[in-house]
């Protein structure tokens, strides 16, 4: 797809992942009335079909060690399984009314993120980052809530939808540590299809325990349609670009990057579905793009120093 050679694309194609990220969300209004670990079945078993062709060729002349296989179970129980899991079950644990309670701990997956790779990778910042990955944080803050109002009168169900969000950020901040170890050693082709296959597998044993199968005849070809668009844009081809962006990038630039998801989920909600926005959400916007190419800048000048070195 890209060649090595292209380093300086990293943040760039991780921006282009969190808006294919971003414009899920019209897909996903489909599934209504499906368990979410149905959903995260199909989508997965669907992406790993469409990859089935490429395993055998890649198995073969890819090595990959016990230690790398590890790191690929964790990250597909982590992201693929638990992260999707415990996201969507705390949108439907108060049937969507919390959306700004959980969006709002969402906001914490970059704590998750940097620390991890600083303690595991032992990533140093740069001094001018810390400035504008703050900055990035607090803008998709005031993106995501109009005029910085979070609304915490939801129901006797909003702590446990907040745990459940809390589990998601740490699932998805520390998987981006791991995928950032596994992509130094195979590359993201191989990293996509191990982690789509490993997925649909784990997804299918809990579906198996829990009593889910009976869900699995209730899709309609409508809805396999839409699974099959989901493994062409989000899923399936928005993982393999991540990573593709991820290898050549920075954890802790990374997970500042994919903050740009926010972003492209509000302006969805003014094109698509005529939200009205705040002008403060206007100006956050703006200031959350000025900042994410900031750091990508910075992650550019990094990768130059370490070419000339």
Not at 39 to 49: M, N, V, W
Request: proline content about 3%; some cysteine.
């Amino acid at each position: 797809m890209l060649k090595n050679n292209n380093k300086n694309w990293g943040p760039y194609l991780i921006v282009v992942a969190a808006f294919l990220w971003g414009i899920d969300g019209i897909l996903r209004r489909m599934f209504a009335g499906i368990p979410p670990i149905t959903i995260i079945f199909f989508e997965h078993t669907i992406g790993a079909i469409i990859l089935l062709p490429f395993a055998w060729s890649v198995a073969s002349k890819e090595k990959v060690s016990n230690k790398d296989f590890g790191y690929l179970i964790l990250v597909s129980l982590l992201s693929g399984l638990l992260g999707t899991l415990w996201f969507t079950t705390a949108l439907l644990q108060t049937s969507f009314i919390s959306f700004s309670v959980v969006f709002l701990l969402q906001k914490l997956q970059p704590i998750f993120a940097i620390t991890t790779s600083s303690l595991i990778l032992k990533e140093k910042f740069e001094k001018s980052y810390v400035k504008w990955a703050v900055l990035a944080v607090v803008s998709a803050y005031f993106v995501t809530f109009k005029n910085g109002y979070i609304n915490w009168h939801t129901g006797q169900d909003t702590m446990i939808a907040a745990l459940y969000a809390l589990g998601a950020a740490f699932a998805w901040g520390t998987s981006t540590t791991f995928s950032k170890i596994i992509l130094k050693n195979i590359s993201a082709k191989t990293s996509t299809i191990y982690r789509f296959l490993f997925t649909a597998l784990f997804s299918f044993i809990v579906m198996f325990f829990v009593g889910n199968c009976p869900s699995l005849t209730v899709v309609t070809p409508l809805q396999y349609g839409t699974f099959v668009l989901i493994a062409l844009s989000s899923g399936m081809v928005g993982l393999l670009i991540y990573y593709y962006g991820l290898k050549n990038t920075s954890v802790h630039a990374s997970t500042i990057l994919e903050l740009f998801y926010p972003l492209v989920a509000v302006l969805i909600g003014i094109f698509i579905y005529h939200d009205v926005l705040s002008l403060s959400q206007y100006v956050a916007g703006i200031v959350l793009c000025f900042a994410i190419y900031k750091i990508a800048t910075i992650n550019k000048k990094i990768q130059v120093t370490k070419e000339i070195k």
